[in-house]
């Protein structure tokens, strides 16, 4: 026998050994206090038939508290009870307990409120894991079986070459969506863990922004995007690679949103005590629904999967910016384009 078959046994046995040992001290209580006050009225009854009363009357009174005590103890334990027994299930995985909160007694009531929202907090926690298993894997499978796809095609001996370069592409396009999938997951999960920051140095936020459009270059020369800067100079304190990050996914997305011929305008404002960053384009906007769900992990405006992504930039950007105390709020409309607000404390510790 281990030692949580004793501790069962104990809890089982508990109640009854101290119904009976109270029974027990009750019945000879009794019988004393009888016999005093037969002592004291100098009428002790005859032993042949005094005794036996006062045994049946010790034993009938015995017995009512013996039930009364029992009932008492069983009410009190009985809401004990049934939080270890609902607890080993919640432990076991079972998150569909709900204990009854409309028991009367106001300490009892409280204790079933907390463990329902315990287990309410535990199932989101759950859901939350297996969602995030969920998106991981379904955000690797598409890239996984382009790679295993056109690699067979590859094999083939009777491509032409422009079959081969354009499979190739596929290939090389599908190990960076990987690669950058991979990238953030390993960050984001590295940032949420994180509170304390990394190693921080003063430089210049709008020379910063210059470097993440010059960048991206590439990108919005290919769709002819109209870039408009107004920037004021303003130092900050901070990890530059984390906020490099913030400004590469914030034009990144004005980029990938907007049409051929459309505008971004970026601009960096000093403030007393802040800094402020918009980043605005004339893309396709967002519905106010959208804008609801753009900072969760994995979530993606577009539901076909056309465009390029996977719906962890904005998660990273907020994670980031939360981790310098700062906001990021979104102004937009659909097909009236986008803008970004970050506001930066200096003074964030
Ligand atoms: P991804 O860009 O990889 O899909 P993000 O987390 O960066 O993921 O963005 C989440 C979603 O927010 C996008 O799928 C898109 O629907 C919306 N979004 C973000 N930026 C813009 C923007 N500038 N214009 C329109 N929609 C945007």
Redesign the pocket.
Known sequence: MNKNHYIKLLKLWFPFIINVFITFTITYITTLIIIFIYAKQDSLPSPSMGFTLIIVISILIGLFFTIFIGLMIHNFIKPINKIIESAEKVAKGDFSIHLDESVHKEEIRDMYISFNKMVRELNSIETLRNDFIVNVSHEFKTPLSSIEGYATLLQSPNITEEERIEYSKIIIESSKQLSSLTGNILTLSKLETQEILPESVHFNLDEQIRQALLILENKWCSKNIDINLDFDMCSYYGNEKLLMQVWL?LLE??I??TSNGGTITASVKEHNEYICITIS?T????SKE?QQY?FDKF????KTHT?????????LVKRIIDLYNGTITVK?AVNKG?T?IVSLPKNYN
């Open positions: 996914n997305n004005a990938k949103f384009d893309g396709i906007g967002m959208t753009i979530y993606q405006g577009d465009i390029d992504g996977n719906g962890l930039g904005l998660a937009s986008s970004f």
